[in-house]
């Protein structure tokens, strides 16, 4: 029997290290791919097209190593997000659709003075 790969796992470890950062975020952001496509395959026949099916083909049966063949296959890679930039669109789309006011609060010009004297 041929053997081709040094390690059982395929895609290799050290390729996959390529296209993330660091370990941490490699196995943070397979196992929340591998969440969703276990929940697409435990949907299927329940019209919820909201779910992003594999997007690679694979013969792998578990969701984590499909989930490691699309990082290899760059369809699936992590994007920074800035929370305060997150945070600032999700009240702008609020305040759109009219769910919130958005109000300025003036503080009277003595407070601070009579604060300090208590």
């Known amino acids: ?68 063949e699309e990082i290899a296959a760059d369809k699936i890679e992590f994007v920074p997000v800035d929370p305060e930039a997150l945070e600032a669109e999700a009240a702008a789309e609020l305040v759109g659709a009219g769910l919130v006011e958005v109000v300025e609060v003036e503080e009277p010009a003595g407070s601070e003075a009579g604060q300090a004297g208590e």
């Open 1 to 68: 029997m041929a053997r081709t790969h040094d390690t059982m796992m395929e895609p290799p470890v050290e390729e996959l290290l390529g296209r993330v950062d660091s370990k941490f975020r490699l196995v943070t952001l397979a196992a929340r791919r591998a969440r969703h496509i276990n929940s697409y395959f435990n949907h299927l026949g329940d019209s919820m097209g909201a779910m992003v099916p594999p997007q690679v083909t694979s013969v792998a049966r578990k969701p984590l190593s499909i989930a490691f």
